[in-house]
């Protein structure tokens, strides 16, 4: 059974940089498309980034873009995400996800942003943004 295990959540200032991490276990990483979505107090889980199984394609949402770097380390078994140039807005608790994939290996990798894509997840790290 794959395993999520989300680190380096804490509390940082405006402006400030934060990276956080994610330990993949039970199954073969290689084989998964990772992703970090994020959910702030009432409101949905949202997307920030994907990155594809060997982590030569990215893929972010709009209001991360130039700040966020999304990247992976196939030996270690773990997705990052690195933060910069934090924001309030960036406020919430950080997830992250994975989702194998397909058996044919004709089909290329995707971006994937919505969470029905993704099997499994993490029990999320708190990201807190002081002005």
């Known amino acids: 059974q794959v395993q999520l295990l989300e680190s380096g959540g804490g509390l940082e200032q405006a402006g400030g940089s934060r990276r956080l991490s994610c330990a993949f276990s039970?199954?073969?990483?290689?084989?998964?498309?990772m992703g970090w979505f994020r959910q702030a107090p009432g409101k949905e889980r949202e997307f920030v980034a994907t990155?594809?199984?060997?982590?030569?394609?990215?893929y972010y949402t709009d209001s991360v873009k130039g700040r966020f770097t999304i990247s992976r380390d196939n030996a270690k078994n773990t997705v990052y995400l690195q933060m910069n140039n934090l924001k309030a807005e960036d406020a919430g608790v950080y997830y992250c996800a994975a989702s194998e994939r397909d058996a044919d290996p004709a089909v290329s990798w995707y971006p994937q942003w919505r969470v029905h894509e993704y099997e499994y997840w993490g029990q999320g790290t708190q990201v807190t943004v002081s002005s």
């Open positions: 039970g199954g073969t990483f290689n084989n998964y498309g």
């Open positions: 990155i594809s199984w060997g982590g030569g394609s990215t």
